[in-house]
């Protein structure tokens, strides 16, 4: 029987830290696995110790070159998507590289925005990204950013029942 609560770890392709907090598993379906990050998780941030202002839900797909996280007010960012490794589970330890790409749609405008770029490519070259990472990361930052802005869920309204449990 899997723990209530995940151990969220991101690092850099070259094995820097990143992210790392604790969260609540909400469920899993058939998208992947929903957890939630109440205000005040201690948790880390680029390798420095931070604590959790606004609450968010995590989404872990099952399979994909991406996470996304639900945001309420008052973040700009409605729904944010980090490019990122498929993640590998150790227990109750989700782990994934973080690979720069972000996809963001903002709450006032539904814009979505493709951001990063420069760091992608600055990292590629600096990392040593392989080509066939190179493409992954790319086609599912596209796909993202027209999932985000076409309706697909659950980025349109399926994640608000998960939110609604951590606001």
Same mark, same amino acid.
């Given at each position: ?5 995940? /151990?969220?770890?991101? /690092? +850099? ?24 990050? %109440?205000?005040?998780?201690? %948790?880390?941030?680029?390798?420095? @110790? ?10 872990? @797909? ?10 309420? @007010?008052?973040?700009? %960012? ?9 993640? =590998? ?16 749609? /903002? ?18 070259? =600096? ?7 190179? %493409?992954?990361?790319? *086609? *599912? ?16 309204? *399926?994640? /608000? +029942? ?6």
């Amino acid at each position: 029987m899997p723990s209530d609560v995940v /151990r969220v770890v991101y /690092r +850099k392709y070259d094995g820097t830290a990143h992210r790392d907090y604790p969260a609540r598993r909400l469920t899993e379906d058939d998208l992947g696995i929903w957890l939630g990050v %109440s205000t005040g998780t201690a %948790s880390v941030y680029h390798g420095r @110790p931070s604590v959790e202002q606004i609450p968010f839900v995590l989404l872990v @797909p099952h399979q994909a070159w991406w996470t996304c996280m639900f945001n309420p @007010p008052p973040r700009t %960012s409605e729904v944010y998507c980090d490019i990122a490794s498929p993640a =590998r589970w150790d227990g109750d330890t989700v782990n994934l590289i973080d690979l720069d790409l972000d996809v963001v749609r /903002r709450r006032a405008t539904g814009a979505v925005e493709l951001r990063d770029e420069d760091e992608f490519a600055e990292h590629r070259v =600096r990392f040593g990204y392989p080509d066939d990472l190179v %493409s992954a990361a790319e *086609a *599912a930052a596209g796909w993202l950013f027209g999932a985000l802005g076409d309706g697909t869920e659950p980025f349109a309204t *399926a994640y /608000r +029942k998960w939110l609604a449990l951590v606001v």
